[in-house]
């Protein structure tokens, strides 16, 4: 089972920027997809965002298209998240995930492999 480690989060100003980090300790081939899923206090963990093994097939929650974006680096073995444009509404701990299931149904992670979290807050 691989081991995450997210990093990146803070508290920031609504309308700026932030930058997640996953860092991923064996991050070999797979057929699944890694990404992000986001918990806000009182509310279900919910889907945010990932990205195929080769980085050339994302998908998105309708809630962030057009602000955040993922990305990786396999060299690095590393997943980003870049968050622009945040609102009040985006502040929740992110969690890095592994083996996701993406179809044009939508996302969900096969087996469940949770990091630590970073908390995002986000003041209006």
């Known amino acids: 089972q691989v081991q995450l480690v997210e990093s990146g989060g803070g508290l920031v100003q609504a309308g700026d920027s932030l930058r997640l980090s996953c860092a991923v300790s064996?991050?070999?081939?797979?057929?699944?997809?890694m990404g992000w899923y986001r918990q806000a206090p009182g509310k279900e963990r919910e889907f945010v965002a990932a990205?195929?093994?080769?980085?050339?097939?994302?998908f998105y929650a309708d809630s962030v298209k057009g602000r955040f974006t993922i990305s990786k680096d396999n060299a690095k073995d590393t997943i980003y998240l870049q968050m622009n444009s945040l609102q009040p509404e985006d502040t929740a701990v992110y969690y890095c995930?592994?083996?996701?299931?993406?179809?044009?149904?939508?996302?969900?992670?096969?087996?469940?492999?949770w990091g630590q979290g970073t908390q995002v807050t986000v003041s209006s």
């Open positions: 990205i195929s093994w080769g980085g050339g097939t994302t």
């Open positions: 995930a592994a083996d996701i299931y993406c179809s044009g149904y939508g996302c969900h992670v096969i087996a469940p492999n």
């Open positions: 064996e991050h070999t081939f797979s057929k699944y997809y």
